[in-house]
């Protein structure tokens, strides 16, 4: 399988739900163990962590971010 390029350090960033500006680095590496990529946001003195398998990038034409931090602490997730 070819390697996807999904993110360009230096290009658009995602945006934080918690200040509303790009968040300050976005790093990727791939994790064979979990056969897919680990991103991971830092923003105001946080980090997020996200997973994005080799599955999901073989059924997606563009993968594009949204929204950091944007997930509920305890809250209901739709
Ligand atoms: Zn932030």
Avoid: W
């Avoid at 971010?65 to 209901?76: E, I, T, V, W, Y």
């Amino acid at each position: 399988m070819n390697e996807v390029v999904l993110y360009s350090l230096g290009e658009a960033l995602p945006v934080c739900a918690v200040c509303n500006k790009p968040v300050d680095k976005v790093e990727s590496m791939y994790h064979p163990n979990y056969m897919g990529k680990l991103f991971r946001v830092y923003c105001h003195g946080k980090t997020e962590e996200q997973m994005l398998s080799d599955y999901d990038v073989c059924s997606s034409l563009q993968i594009t971010f949204d929204l950091a931090f944007h997930r509920p602490l305890g809250g209901n997730n739709i």
